[in-house]
């Protein structure tokens, strides 16, 4: 069974389904509003866990209701949550989302997530060295995310950076990374470049390996050589939110089969996360993810 870590963000996802998004100064009626958990770190340790790997999570709730749900949510799915920081007088963190036209629009309020300090991750030492692969995104303080990619490059670890939500990081930072997985936009953003460049030539000046997120189209990867590609798995996409992060939890727990084998995985099963509603609806388990392959 796969050990993996993720330090990251957790969230109350507030989910509005509309037939279209409302233009700026526009009020239109919705179809729909739910509730669902979230977090793009949360997500992550959900999908490895549901993947079959013992998976811990190091970040922070609220000490509202949302916080003792998101905790719950998470103690159902087996994710271990000792280095998970309750903060007193603390909003958990929130995500917005508009669902409609088969796309979405998220607006992250971190309130907790961005209480996750480098001490909380220097302290989770014992557990990320027992790690096969760590997990870090950007819905934390940037000085966090810097924390994990020391300390899990010194303690010889993969990881895995998902620079989402995308910013422009130091090389020094970049070079620590086992692998990044953002996407086209996400990769621009990252390396400030143009957003028209050419996604194989950014791909090729990265300064770590890139596994590169293209939706329908599935992922390209390199790691040495010429970029490759591993084709989308087709399906009938309902909601497209926490594809990326299904697609993160399935590299991290299949990347010791190498690289190939876990993106292919990776696809399959952020294709089958987008048939259900919700970032954690559609996350597939072990046994859903083979019979579908
Ligand atoms: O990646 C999807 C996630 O992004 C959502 O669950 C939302 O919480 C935001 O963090």
Redesign the pocket.
């Known amino acids: 069974m796969a050990r993996v870590v993720v330090v990251g963000?957790i969230?109350m996802?507030l989910v509005t389904l509309a037939s279209r998004f409302a233009k700026p100064g526009e009020t239109i009626l919705g179809e729909r509003f739910l509730t669902v958990h979230?977090?793009?770190g949360a997500?992550q340790a959900v999908a490895a866990a549901r993947l079959g790997a013992e998976v811990a999570l190091v970040g922070a709730v609220g000490d509202d209701a949302f916080g003792a749900q998101l905790h719950e949510g998470l103690v159902r799915e087996g994710v271990s949550l000792d280095h998970v920081a309750r903060i007193a007088d603390c909003g958990s963190?929130t995500?917005s989302?508009t669902v409609a036209e088969g796309e979405n629009h998220?607006i992250?309020v971190p309130a907790a997530n961005a209480r996750v300090t480098p001490a909380q991750i220097e302290g989770a030492q014992s557990t990320l060295a027992s790690a096969d692969a760590i997990l870090v995104q950007m819905?934390i303080p940037l000085e966090s995310v810097e924390a994990t990619l020391r300390l899990g490059h010194k303690l010889g670890k993969p990881v895995i950076l998902n620079p989402?939500p995308a910013q422009k990081l130091p090389t020094e930072w970049l070079k620590l990374a086992r692998y990044l997985t953002p996407n086209q936009h996400e990769l621009a953003i990252l390396l400030g470049a143009d957003s028209d460049e050419d996604f194989v030539a950014l791909m090729q000046r990265a300064p770590a390996p890139v596994v590169l997120t293209r939706g329908g189209d599935g992922a390209w990867f390199r790691d040495g050589g010429e970029p490759q590609h591993q084709p989308g798995f087709k399906v009938d996409a309902v909601d497209t939110?926490?594809a990326?992060?299904t697609f993160n939890a399935a590299l991290a727990v299949f990347l010791h089969e190498g690289i190939a084998p876990a993106v292919r995985k990776a696809c399959a099963a952020a294709a089958l996360s987008v048939t259900k509603l919700g970032?954690q609806g559609g996350m597939p388990t072990r046994a859903e993810l083979e019979a579908f392959l």
Request: glycine residues 26%; without cysteine.
């Open positions: 963000s969230n996802d979230g977090g793009k997500n963190g995500a989302i998220i992250v819905e989402a939110t926490g990326g992060d970032a």
